[in-house]
Every structure is written in C-alpha cells, then in structure tokens.
C-alpha cells in the first residue's frame, strides 16, 4: 500500500485513466486486502514523494484494528439490558453482524 505525501500520480486500468492520486490519497490497500494481484497501473505525472507500507504491517495493523473494535463492541453489548441473558458465543455471532452507523442530530432513523 502507498500514501502520497506530495506529487501526483496517474491510475491507469487497461490504458485507460481512471484517477488522478494526490497529496494525502492512498492507492495498493485492496492488493492487501484481498491478497490479489494489482489490478492497475500507477505512473508517475511528477516528481513524488510515497510511504509504502507492506503487507505484513498492513496485516497486523488490520487485525490489531478489528480486535479492538470486536472488544469495543463486547463492551457495549455486555451492558445492554436485552442481551444480558444471551451467551457469550451467541453475542460475538451478533457482533460479527453488528456494523457501526454515525448519525446526525435530527436524523431520521426508523419510519
């Protein structure tokens, strides 16, 4: 995986641009993420600076991440009162369910 620091970077999937990466953008994460081969090409349009992280790194650094967001959740779900009577197994089925939603003041949530 690569961060740009500075310069610009030109994608290219069957010669064909289809983004232009800038300062702060990353590009290689789905490669790691799903073990697979690269499926674009990545030019240089200027000079550039990139930081390169490997899959190993990438590999903890997920793994590290999806442990404490599983250890976040086992917290909150402990303390709700509908779920104090479900087993342990039976909440960690549930938090691989579970996805985070963020919402607005105001926002509508059920109709």
Known sequence: ???????ELDCFKREALVK???QSEAFGDLA???NAPRAATITTKNEC?????DRATFSY???EAM????QRY???LAQVPLLKQ????ERSKIIECMKEKRCSPGEQIVS
């Open 86 to 89: 479900v087993s342990e197994q």
């Open 74 to 76: 086992e917290e909150f």
């Open 67 to 70: 442990a404490s967001s599983r």
């Open 32 to 34: 790691l993420l799903y």
């Open 49 to 53: 600076r990139l930081w390169a992280l």
């Open 61 to 63: 650094i997920a793994q």
């Open 1 to 7: 995986m690569y961060v740009v620091e500075s310069g």
């Open 20 to 22: 232009t990466y800038v």
